[in-house]
């Protein structure tokens, strides 16, 4: 399976929506786990603008995988039928956080993959030895290849990108993330974010040099600003730098 992702040619200049790769701190990797209904893309793509990196969402390439599985007629249940067709679709994300899109076979699917049905089938997916190990591999080529990058996911400080200087494990509790995730899809309700805990406990550890941030009773800018100071401290950027792309 061929992933790539839209990254900028020259780490010096910006995107036609403003956004700067990698110059505040070039090479500064920012690892964001966390469960379901957290916050991770908002407060991730959110940290990146701020600080002018890119932006990787990791869910959305399972979420990818998962949709043409099903779009396919594969049984998810059948690892194996899985794993045989794992290299068949052609995946894409941009890295652009003022413009997160996922494609397959060059169709946008953005908001194909973030219906019941593959947010329900998607964890199954995410536990074939065999898809994991093509998407990590692909995650970590987008990485090493960005300049700069906030990556987010379940298992990024642990597996993806355990050497990132910066790692953030956000969370909150469940009846939180149960109003977050149904303010985004009104068919998402407590016993969903509960089975989505359980199903993804296995890829859900906390690095254990992870900062953990609770975000139960914190707004999205206070969650920006807790991991850009954080990544502002590691990367030892002078605090009263301002960021290159504010939010519009």
């Known amino acids: 399976m061929k992933i790539s992702a839209e990254l900028e040619s020259d ?3 910006e ?11 070039p090479g500064l990797i920012v ?8 916050g991770k893309s908002s407060a991730s ?3 990146a603008r701020a600080l ?30 899985v794993a045989a067709r794992t290299d068949e679709p052609a995946i894409e994300v941009s890295t652009d956080p003022d413009r997160p899109w996922t494609r397959v076979g060059g169709t946008d ?6 219906t019941q049905e593959v947010t329900n089938a998607v964890s199954a997916v995410a536990t074939v030895p065999a898809v994991r190990a093509r998407l990590i591999a692909e995650q970590r080529e987008i990485i090493a290849a960005a300049g700069g ?22 969370t909150a509790d469940s009846g939180a993330r149960a109003l977050r995730r149904e303010a985004e899809a009104s068919w998402s309700t407590q016993a969903d974010v509960d089975r989505r805990d359980h199903r993804d406990a296995a890829q859900s550890g906390r690095a254990v040099d992870a900062v953990e941030i609770d975000s139960t009773k914190l707004n999205l800018d206070e969650v920006i600003a807790t991991i850009v100071r954080l990544a502002r401290e590691r990367a030892a950027i002078p605090s009263q730098q301002s960021p290159r792309n504010k939010s519009r």
């Open 11 to 13: 780490a010096g200049e």
């Open 45 to 47: 793509r959110g940290a």
């Open 109 to 114: 699917v953005s908001a194909a993959i973030r």
């Open 31 to 38: 690892a964001v786990d966390g469960p379901s209904g957290a």
């Open 15 to 25: 995107s036609e929506t403003g956004h700067a790769t990698g110059r505040e701190a």
């Open 149 to 170: 990058i906030v990556a987010e996911g379940r298992d990024i400080g642990t597996v993806v990108a355990p050497s990132a200087p910066v790692k953030v494990f956000l």
């Open 52 to 81: 002018g990196l890119s932006y990787l969402d990791t869910g959305s390439m399972y979420r990818a995988l998962t949709w043409w599985l099903l779009e396919q007629g594969v049984d998810l249940a059948d690892v194996a039928a």
